[in-house]
């Protein structure tokens, strides 16, 4: 499995509309004139036959409006092998915006561009490098590995790999920079933790995974000999190595219980750290890690963890850390190596996700460059694709958005007139961006070379290391984004009570100037709302209005809200996507609450906008409301695979795409009302829909 980006690892804690996927965004038609402009017959044509072609209008829209809307698409878009996902939405935008990228990364090679990008993208395509230096990128790691002989030399070489390899997410646990949830201008150091090859805890220890445990263990085992490990001993390291994980899961929190905003709030600093186990020699880590000092400024997410991982490293013998370490290293840089490394690598994401293939080695480049240099290529993305009024009329979407939510709170009632009140208060506190942040990143320093593709990764992972971590125990850069401008996404930010949309995905088919409205307020519109809501979900809602985690509810409301939440955490918890196989609840619940809220949001905004704005119909054939919802519905449609689907309710906060689609339809009476959905459709919530916003 290849690293993270480094948008991901430091996006870690972010709540993002999507699922944490490939980065990217689309090519879109430059649009011209600063205001919003009625779009052509031309392109209300070529959307209309879209719609049509997309959807399969013999599947009743009561019964299933999933298969209504996308069983056109479903039934003639082939998922590429390469991907196990292939969403109409994210993934179709993804790769047209890859296009974009791919242009801007040659051009900077042709020397057109900046001459980073340029470097870092030839040595990243250079195959025939990668096959000359086989594993030799990683040998000063290797070699560091090899002083480990005692606990205080394994914490040393532990914090060396996260500052200079890693950038704090690696070997044991993880390391990343946030602003502090009851401090919210106060920039902080936070571990997480972490340290498993596995892509959660439950893969070590539930029944129903000991076939791909097994699978793992095989493949660290194969991936060992790229080291020069014989099979027998390959096969004995690999062994302890997984067993060594199975004991840092045993003593992890789940990724339910993660989303507990004050379980996972512990301002214990570096005192109450060693306090959880004194034996522990942190001073070698953060001494090693370049910042002896972190002092109050450090916070704990999962104490239980940390308070284990002293004793465990403790009864481990040095050999078997040294094979784990190994393996850490291998396996993160494993998709920057060898084309064979590459193919032993890959054998193991085919048995998780259900990939038939590798993506294409330029689509791999684009994407990591994408993820860790993402406001460097981002500029030149923002100026091919997001001119004109793209940003005056998603502005204006999200204005008309908030006004539909703050108008929607006198009719909740499960809210008392002090919640209502203060609820308006945060919503009125709400900031926007659009696109692209006001200040790009300064790269100043960052060096990189010709010729050296994982040096380089490594190099911009200890640029953004040191740059984050420098400035801790300082304030928050409240103008600095988490996410690139050119990735398909969307996030919350509860300590700036911000919501952020990125460029990338202000494109079609989520949005476009040039599409009916309904279209547009379906698409992102919901997207809009969804991350409004997330503001006031079961985590938001802690957060006031200066992005401050306190109790601003009075305890009747909190009792009024948690009944309500319970409403959606059912709905979702009984749907088996696969025979065996239900999506957790709990695990979804803030992304559920977010969805059916948002959703209810965009509709009204869209109402009271054609209210003042009427548009000729798109298509003679649906009403404006239905356009809407098959405009939401559409940009979900996906093709997966079952075990990239397993995976996903294993592991993602959003429900998989078609149950998004379906089961907020289901809850919405504006839904039912467009198709007249009566009750006893399937469609139609019963005994009364689920509302919380
Ligand atoms: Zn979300």
């Known amino acids: 499995m290849p690293r993270p980006p480094i948008a991901l690892v430091l996006g870690a804690l972010l709540t993002a509309c999507t699922r944490p996927a490939g980065p990217q965004a689309p090519v879109h038609t430059p649009a011209t004139g600063s205001a919003p402009r009625p779009t052509t017959p031309t392109a209300r044509d070529a959307v209309g036959a879209e719609v049509l072609a997309t959807m399969d209008a013999t599947v009743d829209p009561c019964v299933d409006f999933y298969r209504h809307a996308c069983g056109g698409w479903l039934a003639n878009t082939p998922r590429p092998p390469h991907r196990p996902v292939y969403s109409r939405g994210v993934d179709a935008l993804a790769e047209r915006n890859r296009l974009v990228l791919r242009d801007i990364l040659e ?85 997480l933790q972490g340290g498993t090859g596995l892509p959660g805890r439950e893969f070590y220890g539930a029944p129903e995974h000991a076939a791909l445990r097994a699978e793992y263990q095989r493949h660290v085992a194969r991936m060992l000999g790229f080291l020069g490990e014989a099979p027998a001993a390959a096969a004995a390291q690999a062994a302890r190595i997984v067993g060594f994980e199975g004991e840092l899961a045993a003593h992890m929190m789940s990724p339910a219980e993660l989303r507990d905003v004050v379980k996972t709030y512990n301002p214990i600093g570096v005192v109450g750290l060693q306090a959880l186990d004194r034996a522990t020699p942190w001073r070698r880590y953060f001494d090693a890690l370049g910042y002896p000092r972190f002092g109050a400024d450090l916070q704990v997410t999962t104490p239980p963890f940390f308070a284990a991982l002293g004793p465990l490293v403790r009864r481990t013998d040095p050999a078997t850390l040294r094979a784990y370490l190994r393996w850490q290293v291998l396996n993160s840089a494993a998709a920057s190596l060898s084309p064979a490394i590459v193919e032993a690598d890959f054998a193991f994401t085919r048995v998780l996700t259900g990939a038939q293939s590798l993506a294409p080695r330029w689509e791999r480049c684009v994407d990591e460059i994408n993820g860790n240099l993402g406001e460097l290529v981002g500029q030149a993305y923002v100026a091919r694709s997001f001119a004109g009024a793209s940003k005056a009329t998603a502005a204006a979407m999200i204005d008309r958005i908030e006004q539909a939510f703050a108008a929607g709170l006198p009719t909740l009632t499960w809210m008392d007139p002090d919640t209502r009140e203060r609820a308006r208060e945060k919503l009125s506190s709400l900031t926007d961006k659009i696109g692209y942040p006001a200040q790009w990143r300064d790269y100043g320093s960052l060096k990189v070379a010709e010729g050296e593709h994982l040096r380089n990764v490594a190099a911009v992972y200890r640029f953004e290391f040191i740059r984050h971590f420098d400035r801790i125990g300082g304030s928050v850069d409240r103008g600095e ?55 006031f979900d079961d985590s938001g809602r802690r957060f006031d209005s200066r ?147």
Request: glycine share 10%; aromatic share 10%; with cysteine.
């Open 107 to 191: 051009a900077a090679a042709r020397g057109d561009g900046d001459a980073r990008l340029g470097t870092v993208w030839r040595a990243c395509m250079d195959e025939a490098a990668h096959e000359r230096a086989g594993v030799a990128p990683i040998a000063p790691e290797l070699a560091a590995i090899e002083r480990v002989n005692d606990e205080a030399s394994l914490w040393r070489v532990v914090g060396e790999l996260h500052r200079e390899f890693f950038m704090g997410s690696g070997p044991l646990f993880t390391l990343i920079p946030q602003g502090d949830a009851r401090d919210p201008d106060r920039w902080v150091a936070t571990l």
């Open 481 to 535: 984004w988490r996410m690139p401008p050119a990735m398909v996404n969307a996030y919350y930010d509860r300590g700036g009570n911000a919501i952020v949309f990125p460029a990338g995905v202000l494109q079609p088919p989520y949005f476009s100037v040039d599409f009916p409205m309904a279209v547009n307020f379906g698409g992102v519109g919901m997207v809009m709302g969804h991350e409004l809501v997330h503001g």
């Open 547 to 693: 992005g401050v985690l306190s109790e601003w509810w009075s305890p009747a409301a909190v009792k009024r809200f948690t009944a309500q939440t319970g409403c959606v955490e059912a709905a979702y918890g009984e749907i088996e996507v696969l025979p065996g196989v239900k999506i957790d609840g709990k695990l979804t619940l803030g992304e559920n609450i977010a969805d059916i809220g948002g959703l209810k949001a965009a509709h009204a905004a869209w109402r009271s906008w054609r209210r003042e704005r009427p548009e000729p119909p798109a298509i003679d054939a649906l009403s404006d409301d239905q356009l809407f919802f098959l405009g939401f519905a559409q940009s979900w449609c996906t093709q997966i695979t079952d075990e990239a689907l397993r995976l996903h309710v294993a592991t993602d906060f959003h429900s998989p795409p078609e149950q998004r689609v379906n089961v907020s339809l289901t809850h919405l009476p504006a839904f039912w009302k467009a198709y007249q959905c009566g009750p006893g459709t399937p469609m139609h919530a019963q005994p009364a829909a689920c509302e919380v916003w």
